[in-house]
């Protein structure tokens, strides 16, 4: 008998247990041991058609896709393509596991419904959101539609999918105009993809994104300048982005310093000097981080301020990074940081 073969047998047992906890518990602990060449995909199909609770549904397509025997696609399909009686939930996780197990008998299936608009939008989305799995086997014009649905959240997937591209594949040219879409959520998607091309993106469109009335946008551009700043050093306007260390959002701002550290010669002292008394401590810590690369040009009198942050401050990661900053002026190398880089207080949480 092959070792803890007793124990998988008493793990099929719990996925037949009347108690959803037990099951789940079992489902999880099948993935997690040595049996994928074991379970049968039947079993899993049976214990699918079963259950009506979607955590237990989503435990057993996330099995069927990492299991070793070959998947019962006819059925899977079967349930992706039944509107009327299959739960959505269900057929979303379904069509995400013919993705995952590249499953290209079901390719057919996958391009009718993403391109019926009576199915469920969210359907749609993950639909499309997968077609980056398939590549080469889905045709540029499928995509090239998607990228034209009146559906935001089907537009907003097929721009995902466009970032999967080679950098010189990314058709700049056609992503450009959604930078000025009313949802923006699209808008943000654009600037993301835009950024897919590397050192192909248009400087300009980046850069106004920095003044968009939406946060979430702003923080796609000022993410974005961190790579800007190295791929153009020299063709950065430093104004627009000491205006964005005035933003409302701390992630913006966070972004901005960031960017700053990529060059530490150009930038001037003083905004930087002033993030140290930001109210947020993950902007404090990108500040300190930024000056703790700027050598010599940190005037004597800021090291008393960094000496204070390392021993006071509310955050023990700007502590920590304030005492690597010290170090760093001077000459010495801090070890490698070991505390998470995330640092929210209840008051950030809310800002």
């Known amino acids: 008998m092959r070792k803890n073969e007793s124990f998988y047998r008493h793990l099929l047992q719990e996925c037949q247990s009347a108690d959803l906890q037990h099951r789940l518990e079992a489902w999880r602990d099948l993935r997690r041991r040595e049996y994928l060449d074991l379970v049968e995909a039947q079993f899993l199909l049976d214990r699918l058609n079963s259950t009506s609770h979607w955590q237990e549904q989503t435990a057993i397509l996330r099995l069927m896709s990492q299991i070793e025997k070959p998947l019962p696609i006819d059925a899977l399909m079967a349930i992706l393509g039944d509107s009327e009686t299959s739960p959505l939930f269900l057929r979303m996780e379904v069509a995400h596991t013919l993705a995952v197990t590249e499953a290209v008998e079901a390719i057919a299936l996958f391009v009718r419904l993403v391109l019926d608009a009576r199915e469920h939008p969210w359907l749609r989305e993950v639909l499309t959101g997968d077609l980056a799995i398939w590549k080469e086997r889905i045709p540029d014009e499928l995509l090239l539609t998607l990228l034209a649905d009146p559906e935001p959240a089907v537009c907003t997937a097929a721009l995902e999918v466009l970032r999967d591209r080679p950098p010189q594949a990314i058709p700049l040219e056609m992503v450009l105009p959604y930078l000025q879409r009313e949802e923006k959520y699209i808008r943000e998607a654009a600037i993301k993809t835009l950024m897919a091309a590397e050192q192909r993106v248009p400087i300009d469109p980046i850069l106004l994104a920095l003044h968009d009335p939406e946060p979430e946008v ?32 701390a992630a913006v701002r966070e972004d901005v310093l960031d960017a ?92």
């Open 218 to 249: 702003r923080a796609a551009a000022s993410h974005a300048c961190m790579s800007l700043v190295e791929w153009f050093p020299d063709q950065i306007p430093l104004e627009l982005l000491l205006q964005s260390l005035h933003d409302e959002y």
């Open 260 to 351: 700053f550290g990529k060059i530490p010669l150009r930038i001037p002292m003083e905004p930087v000097i002033a993030a140290l008394t930001d109210p947020v401590s993950y902007v404090r810590c990108a500040a300190v981080e930024t000056l703790g690369l700027m050598g010599e040009r940190v005037p004597l009198s800021v090291y008393p301020v960094l000496q204070e942050m390392s021993g006071s401050d509310v955050s023990p990661h700007v502590r920590q990074r304030a005492t690597r900053a010290l170090l760093q002026l001077h000459g010495l190398t801090p070890a490698p940081l070991r505390l998470p880089t995330i640092d929210l207080t209840l008051e950030e949480l809310g800002e």
